[in-house]
C-alpha cells in the first residue's frame, strides 16, 4: 500500500541540469535567501553586521525586499507586527553578539504575543564555536543560550547543506500554532564561502495543524449547552486563529455575553448586544464572570492583565481553549482543551446546542452602564476625549499599534478595534519602544492603508532613530506622541506608592523640529484639535508625526480593593 508521504515527485531533466550546473558565485548567504523566497517570503527586516555580510550581500542577487532598521530592537519589532498582520513567518536578518542580543527585548514581545519571527543571526566562524575562548569580535560562550529561553525553537547550523532544512524546520516551527519567535544562526564562514549545494528552489511551508480531542469538545459543547448564566473570554489567540466570525456565531447561539482580553480586541464586534467590550480591568466586569456558571476562555492563558491582576477567582465550572500547552491550566483549574482557537470552536459549533436567554443583552448593558458610572465619577474627560478623537481620526480598517503609555492603557479598556487584527500593543512583554518600529513593519506589509503609532515621550524616544527608516522607505505611518515630559504611568504608581516620583522626569526634545529634521512633516496639537490634525496627518501619503503636549490620568485600578 501506497502513503500520500512515500510519494516523491520526478524532477524534470531541466531541474536535473539545474541542479548539476548552479550559477556561479553563490555562496551560503544565497541559500539562506533561496530558502526563505522558497518558502513564500518575500520580504526581510534586519541590520547588517560583519559576521553577516554573506547574507546582506545574497539580498542583491534575490527578489526578496529589504526593510533596515536603524537598531535591531526596532527591527524585531517591526518583524513582529509584519507577522501579525500577514500571519507569514517574518524573517529578521541579525548579526552576532551585541546585534543579536539587542534584539532579545524584541523576540520576548514576539512570544508573549505569539508573532510568528524568524530570526536569522551570523555566528562567529565554526573555529570558534563550542565555548572556547578564542577572542573573536562579537564572541559569546554559548551565543544560542541566550535565546533559549526566550524563543520557540533554536537552531544552530554548522555547514552549508543544512541551511535549507534548519531554515524549514525553523520556518513550520514559527507558524505552528501557537506562533512565535525562532532562532537560526549560521557561521559567518558556512555564509561567506562559495558554495556547490544546487539552488533551493522550494520548501514545505505548510505547519502541522492542532486539532482538538473530540471528547473533550463533547463535554465542553454539553457543559455549554445546559449551562444557565455562560460567558466567554476571548483572548489573542481568537485573533490569531481568524476564528473571530466562529466565536461570534457561537456566542450568538448560546447567546453568552463576552469580554474580549487586551490582546484580543476586535475579536468580537464592540457594540454587539452581547459584548462587554474590554473592560475586564474593572471589577463589574470580572465580578459578572465571576458569576458565570460555565465560563469558556477562548485564547488566553488569563494572564496578570486579563485576570484584573489575578484577582478574578470565576466560581462556575471554566473550559479553556489555548494552543500554549504550558498556558493550559496555569492559573486556573479548566477542563482544558489543547488546541487551535478556530479548529476548537467550529468543533463546539458542531455539536452545541442553541440556548435561548432574553436577559442576556440586558445584563451586558446593565455592567457596561455600571463601568461607565464608575468611570464618569472620576473626572476624566480629557482621557476620554483624547481617546475619541483618536478613534475619530483613524479610519475604520487601519491598523494601529500602541507602545507602554497611559493613553495605551486606555486603549485596552475603552478603545473600540472596529475589527480583528486591527490593535496591537506591547502589553504581551511590556517593553517601551513598540509603537513607532512595529507600525513601520505594519506599513510594509499593507502601503495600501495608513497606519497609526502612539507613544509617550519616553516610548518615543527608544525608537526616534526609526524616523529615518519611516523616510527612506517612505511608508505611511503617522506617530503620535502624548508629550507629558517624562514616564507618566511610572510617575502615577510612584506617587501612589511613595508620595513622590523619582527618575521619571525628562529632557526631551522638540519632537515637531526633529521630524522636520529627517524630512517627515510634524505637528503639534491640542486636545481641541487632535482630531482634525491627525485625520489630515493619517490622510497625507508618507511618514508624519503629530505631538501632543498633554498630561493624562489613568482610571483608578479596581484590583487593589478586591
Known amino acids: 500500500m501506497t502513503h500520500d508521504h512515500d510519494l516523491v515527485l520526478r524532477p524534470t531533466q531541466a531541474q536535473i541540469d539545474a541542479a548539476l550546473n548552479p550559477p556561479a558565485g553563490r555562496n551560503g548567504g544565497d541559500l539562506v535567501v533561496e530558502t526563505l523566497a522558497g518558502l513564500g517570503a518575500t520580504t526581510v527586516f534586519g541590520l547588517p ?10 539580498l542583491r542577487r534575490s527578489d526578496l525586499r529589504y526593510i533596515g532598521l536603524r537598531v535591531e530592537n526596532n527591527a524585531g519589532f517591526a518583524a513582529d507586527a509584519y507577522g501579525r498582520i500577514t500571519g507569514e513567518a517574518a524573517p529578521l536578518l541579525l548579526s552576532t553578539g551585541p546585534g543579536a ?20 543571526s551570523s555566528q562567529i566562524p565554526t573555529a570558534g564555536l563550542g565555548g572556547g575562548r578564542h577572542g573573536y569580535l562579537h564572541e559569546l560562550p554559548d551565543q544560542a543560550a541566550s535565546f533559549r529561553g526566550v524563543v520557540k525553537s533554536v537552531h544552530t547550523v554548522r555547514t552549508q547543506s543544512q541551511i535549507p532544512s534548519a531554515l524549514e524546520a525553523a520556518w513550520k516551527s514559527a507558524l505552528t500554532a501557537p506562533h512565535g519567535p525562532v532562532w537560526v544562526e549560521i557561521p559567518q564562514d558556512v555564509l561567506l564561502a562559495e558554495t556547490s549545494v544546487p539552488v533551493v528552489t522550494g520548501g514545505d511551508a505548510f505547519p502541522e495543524e492542532l486539532p482538538p480531542r473530540p471528547e473533550l469538545t463533547a463535554v465542553a459543547a454539553h457543559l455549554l449547552s445546559q449551562a444557565e448564566r455562560p460567558a466567554i473570554i476571548a483572548g489573542g489567540g481568537v485573533v490569531r486563529a481568524d476564528a473571530s466570525g466562529k466565536l ?3 456566542a450568538e447561539t448560546l447567546q453568552a455575553p463576552v469580554v474580549a482580553t487586551p490582546g484580543g480586541k476586535g475579536a468580537f464586534p464592540w457594540t454587539h448586544p452581547l459584548s462587554l467590550q474590554s473592560w475586564i480591568e474593572d471589577r463589574h466586569t470580572t465580578d ?21 491582576y489575578h484577582t478574578f477567582k470565576p466560581r462556575g465550572r471554566v473550559v479553556q481553549i489555548e494552543a500554549d500547552l504550558g498556558k493550559l491550566e496555569s492559573n486556573h483549574p479548566a477542563l482544558g482543551i489543547h488546541a487551535d482557537a478556530r479548529l476548537a470552536l467550529q468543533a463546539l459549533l458542531e455539536t452545541v446546542t442553541e440556548r435561548t436567554d432574553p436577559t442576556a443583552s440586558e445584563r451586558v448593558r446593565a455592567v457596561l452602564a455600571k463601568v461607565a458610572d464608575r468611570i464618569a465619577a472620576q473626572e476624566l474627560t480629557l482621557e476620554q476625549d483624547v481617546l475619541a478623537s483618536v478613534r475619530k481620526a483613524l479610519p475604520a480598517d487601519s491598523p494601529s499599534f500602541w507602545d507602554m503609555t497611559i493613553l495605551a492603557y486606555w486603549a485596552w479598556s475603552a478603545f473600540d478595534a472596529k475589527g480583528p487584527n486591527h490593535m496591537h500593543t506591547a502589553q504581551g512583554a511590556g517593553g517601551l519602544g513598540y509603537g513607532f518600529p512595529a507600525a513601520l513593519g505594519a506599513a510594509a506589509a499593507d502601503p495600501n492603508r495608513p497606519v497609526l503609532a502612539v507613544s509617550g515621550d519616553g516610548g518615543a524616544l527608544y525608537s526616534i532613530a526609526e524616523l529615518a527608516t519611516a523616510r527612506q522607505y517612505d511608508l505611511p505611518v503617522t506617530w503620535l506622541i502624548v508629550d507629558d515630559g517624562g514616564y507618566g504611568i511610572l510617575r502615577e504608581y510612584m506617587t501612589d506608592a511613595f508620595g513622590e516620583a523619582t527618575a521619571t522626569e525628562l529632557t526631551r526634545p522638540d519632537y515637531v523640529a526633529l521630524a522636520e529634521s529627517f524630512g517627515v512633516p510634524g505637528v503639534r496639537t491640542t486636545p481641541e484639535t487632535l482630531e482634525a490634525d491627525l485625520a489630515k496627518a493619517l490622510q497625507t501619503p508618507g511618514p508624519s508625526v503629530v505631538v501632543l503636549p498633554a498630561v493624562l490620568r489613568m482610571f483608578a485600578p479596581t484590583h487593589l480593593t478586591a
Open 49 to 58: 553586521g560583519q559576521h553577516a555580510l554573506g547574507m546582506f550581500d545574497a
Open 101 to 120: 542580543l539587542t534584539s532579545l527585548a524584541a523576540l520576548q514581545e514576539a512570544a508573549a504575543a505569539s508573532a510568528p519571527v524568524l530570526a536569522i
Open 248 to 250: 461570534r456565531q457561537l
Open 288 to 308: 459578572f464572570l465571576e458569576d458565570a456558571d460555565v465560563l469558556l476562555v477562548v485564547g488566553s492563558g488569563l494572564g496578570e492583565l486579563s485576570s484584573n
